[in-house]
């Protein structure tokens, strides 16, 4: 074991559940800033340092030992807060990058990549976060705290980490002055194979999404 991991499981929980609520607290309010709009031209950068300072807070959980709630049946939080209003605007903002390829487990084998946006990512990321900080801000720290670690393992941490894997490929694009492959025409709900790769993406040149990002190529 490491000594990361060792630090991670002899923390007091309760300093550690305030750092974990720090931090997804802090992206909460992040991304809800960032899809206002009100500063377009930074957006991508924003998110790239968002997502990567998040996926830090998951990779503790990850280290962390399994934490068991303390009632077997998790209290009924009423509704989900409705995220689409944010998804629609981020999915408006990242037009021009906002849908990826990619590979839903690395582990199996041949397994073609598929369509996915960038703004349903960081919505469906938020919906769990929002979820677990229901709990955290109703006292109940540990349900938080399990909640958080489960759907790390389940949904948010691999759907954070596609994002981030899509950001950062934006910026190296665009730092380092080449073509990307336009996917925007493509559905989300197929599969891209080599054939469809070939027939539908095209070239999207850096210079007509660098400026409105906030990126330039390196000089």
Same mark, same amino acid.
């Given at each position: $074991?490491?000594?990361?991991?060792?630090? %991670?499981?002899s923390q007091d929980p309760d300093d550690f559940v305030v750092q974990i609520a720090d931090q997804v607290e802090?992206?909460?309010v992040a991304v809800t800033e960032v899809a206002k709009g009100d500063e377009p031209d930074s957006a991508v950068p924003f998110l790239l340092l968002e997502v990567s300072q998040l996926l830090l807070a998951g990779g503790r959980l990850g280290a962390h030992e399994d934490i068991v709630p303390?009632?077997?049946?998790?209290?009924?939080? *009423?509704?989900?807060? /409705?995220? /689409?209003?944010?998804?629609? #605007?981020?999915?408006v903002m990242l037009e021009p990058i906002d849908v990826y390829s990619e590979v839903f487990d690395p582990y199996e084998p041949r397994k073609a990549p598929v369509a996915c946006r960038i703004s349903d990512d960081l919505a469906d990321v938020i919906t769990?976060? #929002?979820? *677990? $900080?229901?709990?955290?801000?109703?006292?109940?720290t540990t349900e938080a705290l399990w909640w958080w670690q489960f759907s790390y393992f389940s949904n948010w941490g691999s759907t954070a980490s596609a994002s981030? #894997?899509?950001?950062?490929?934006?910026? %190296?694009?665009? #730092?380092l002055n080449q073509p990307l492959d336009d996917l925007n025409g493509l559905?989300?709900?197929?599969?891209?194979?080599?054939? %469809?790769? %070939?027939?539908?993406? *095209?070239?999207? $040149?850096?210079?007509?999404i660098a400026g409105p990002l906030g990126l330039r190529p390196v000089k």
């Open positions: $074991m490491s000594d990361a991991t060792l630090h %991670a499981t802090s992206f909460l303390e009632e077997r049946y998790e209290p009924d939080l *009423g509704p989900e807060p /409705d995220v /689409d209003e944010l998804r629609e #605007r981020l999915a769990d976060l #929002r979820h *677990g $900080m229901a709990h955290y801000r109703a006292g109940r981030l #894997r899509a950001l950062q490929s934006v910026v %190296a694009h665009v #730092r559905d989300t709900d197929q599969d891209l194979g080599d054939d %469809a790769l %070939a027939e539908e993406a *095209g070239k999207v $040149m850096v210079e007509e």
